[in-house]
C-alpha cells in the first residue's frame, strides 16, 4: 500500500498540461508538456510501437514505448543537434518529400514545406 502512494505522489509531480500524438506508421510519437511541483515545465518525448508476438489465436499484442525528457536549458542545443542531424540526411540523401494522399487524422500533423529552419507549430 505504501509503495503505491509513493508512485502517486511521483505520478502528481507530473502533471500534463499539453500533449499531441503524431500517428507515423507502426509507431506513435507523444509530446507531453508536463510541469513539476515547483511550476517548471518540460518536453517528455515517447515512442510507441505496437508489436504482435504470436500468429492467430496466440498472437498477443503489445507497445515498446521509449522516453526521453527534455528540459527548457537544453532545447536549443537539442534543437541544433536535430538540425543538424536532418541536414546531414538531407545532404546525403536529398530533401524529403512530404507525403501527400494520406487522410490526416485529428491528431496527426501535417507535413509543412522544407526549409533551412526547423520550426515547431503546436496548437493547443
Known amino acids: ?39 517548471e515545465m518540460f518536453l517528455a518525448i515517447t515512442e510507441s510501437k505496437k508489436v504482435v508476438s504470436g500468429e492467430g489465436d496466440d498472437s498477443q499484442v503489445s507497445f515498446e514505448k521509449h522516453k526521453i525528457f527534455l528540459y527548457k536549458e537544453d532545447f536549443e542545443k537539442f534543437m541544433n543537434g536535430l538540425h543538424e542531424a536532418i541536414g546531414f540526411i538531407e545532404q ?23 526549409s533551412d529552419e526547423i520550426k515547431i507549430d503546436i496548437d493547443f
Not at 499539453?18 to 513539476?36: E, T
Not at 546525403?92 to 522544407?114: D, L, R, V, Y
Open 1 to 39: 500500500m505504501e509503495e503505491f502512494k509513493k508512485k502517486g505522489a511521483v505520478d502528481a509531480d507530473k502533471e500534463i498540461v499539453f500533449s499531441r500524438a503524431i500517428k507515423a506508421g507502426k509507431r506513435i510519437y507523444y509530446l507531453d508538456v508536463k510541469k513539476n511541483r515547483k511550476d
Open 92 to 114: 546525403e540523401q536529398g530533401p524529403i518529400e512530404p507525403k501527400h494522399g494520406n487522410s490526416n487524422t485529428e491528431n496527426e500533423t501535417e507535413t509543412a514545406p522544407m
